[in-house]
């Protein structure tokens, strides 16, 4: 009986569509573990890690490696989520008026996980904050940007920790998260 030859899906094209699948997956649901990609996909965790080593690797997504109730978890986000330096806040979700949000913002360091930025002096923040900073603000048609002082970025290490923003108050808080995976190199 002779051998019949079944051509096979070539592993790159294989791995371009695993890639595609978690790709997407990251996007519609930022943030999550390897495991909870793991369960979305029903493919082993080789198969989910190998995938996003290739993405972290290529810069589509970026990991961060966190601590959550004792457990080390990484995290998966598309590139775009990212963080800069440079926060920027649609206007609408600050009350822009005299004084607040005009030319400038107060930046503190409230604790070893919080920045608080205000668009007017807060003295209840100053009293309480290892350091603080005045930045210029710009603005654009609906959007307030402002640079996080370098003091701030080394204190924070924020070039290689992820941080969020949120709104509360008229001010703007940021809190320092886990650290950023630079690159998942394939083990040995």
């Known amino acids: 009986m002779p051998v019949t030859f079944v051509p096979s899906v070539p592993s790159m094209t294989r791995s371009k569509s695993t890639d595609a699948v978690i790709e997407r997956i990251v996007r519609d649901s930022p943030g999550l573990s390897l495991y909870a990609l793991k369960r979305r996909t029903r493919w082993n965790i080789g198969k989910v890690d190998g995938s996003v080593r290739r993405l972290v690797n290529a810069g589509r997504v970026f990991a961060v490696s966190d601590d959550r109730g004792g457990r ?101 808080l940021v809190t320092v998260g886990g650290q950023l995976v630079q690159s998942r190199p394939y083990p040995s």
């Open 72 to 172: 080390r978890l990484t995290l998966i986000y598309p590139a775009e989520f990212r963080p800069t330096m440079t926060i920027t806040v649609p206007s609408q979700l600050l009350e822009t008026g005299n004084p607040a949000w005009t030319n400038e913002a107060y930046v503190y360091a409230l604790d070893h996980h919080t920045i608080g930025i205000a668009g007017e002096p807060l003295p209840e923040w100053r009293k309480i904050a290892s350091f603080s900073s005045k930045v210029g603000i710009k603005k654009d048609r609906n959007r307030l940007h402002l640079t996080i002082p370098k003091k701030f970025e080394e204190f924070y290490h924020l070039n290689t920790h992820y941080f969020t923003k949120t709104i509360n108050a008229n001010n703007i």
